[in-house]
């Protein structure tokens, strides 16, 4: 049994879960423990089981892959609670590591293999003993989205409201710079209220198959919105948010090395 430890108060964190089974483990079902609240949706998990992360102590599973936090969002993830001849696979993304590094338990767990999903900070990286290597990740397949016209400009973010107003207004600033006024389309599981009447509402997920024929993407630097607009440097409009461990703002500066687009700002 694969069993997978996804904490985190995102959308975020299920999505990259899907897609590391979709990779390293396809046709194959898994059971997720999480307490995210988007998992109500049923096109989120897709095939796979659901389970509070607290039953973690009641389970066998034959492999345990813990995502983005090797401890846990808190460290209450150790050696000590894994149970005995589990496998232990770990997720590694950035982390604001000197802010992490704080939780971690006395007894760590040493994992069998960690996959590396992103470059990260040397003393992040060192902590990591164990096999590693790099893995990119490939989204499960889905149905087709409803089309967008070209010159719509999608803001994707799934909250909070705060950070969508702000992505909103960062997306009116760089049309304006532009000089154009493209079509706003706002990609979210659901319309918020208060959402600015010119600005369209699309329940879309997964959000990326609509990236091809966007005019623009404006995101937040979070790690799958950076990893599925890579193709298409040029029109990924980034406005990194702080994070308590997240470090969207090393993301996003290491994406914008990596591109000689115009559009990106």
Do not use: K
């Amino acid at each position: 049994m694969i069993v997978c430890y996804v904490q985190g108060g995102g959308l975020g964190h299920l999505t990259r879960i899907r897609a590391y089974l979709h990779t390293r483990h396809p046709g194959e079902t898994a059971t997720i423990l999480t307490t995210s609240p988007f998992t109500a949706d049923p096109r989120v998990l897709g095939p796979h089981r659901l389970l509070p992360a607290a039953t973690l102590p009641s389970l066998r599973p034959s492999t345990l892959v813990v995502d983005a936090f090797p401890a846990g969002l808190d460290g209450e993830l150790s050696a000590a609670s894994i149970p005995s001849g589990t496998r232990t696979v770990h997720l590694a993304r950035l982390l604001r590591w000197d802010a992490y590094r704080r939780v971690l338990p006395a007894d760590p767990i040493t994992f069998d293999q960690t996959w590396l999903l992103e470059d990260l900070s040397p003393a992040h990286r060192a902590h990591l003993a164990g096999p590693s290597a790099p893995l990119t990740l490939t989204d499960p397949p889905c149905p087709a989205p409803p089309g967008v016209a070209g010159d719509a400009w999608l803001i994707v973010h799934s909250g909070p409201w705060a950070e969508t107003g702000e992505l909103i207004g960062y997306a009116r600033d760089c049309a304006a710079a532009e000089g154009v006024r493209p079509r706003l389309v706002l990609v979210c599981p659901e319309r918020p209220a208060g959402l600015p009447t010119d600005v369209a509402h699309l329940d879309a997920y997964p959000a990326w198959p609509l990236f091809r024929t966007a005019g623009r993407v404006i995101t937040a630097a979070g790690f799958n919105a950076v990893r599925q607009m890579r193709p298409w440097p040029g029109r990924h409009l980034m406005l990194p948010f702080p994070r308590r461990f997240d470090d969207q703002f090393a993301r996003a500066a290491a994406a914008r090395r990596l591109t000689t687009g115009p559009a990106v700002a």
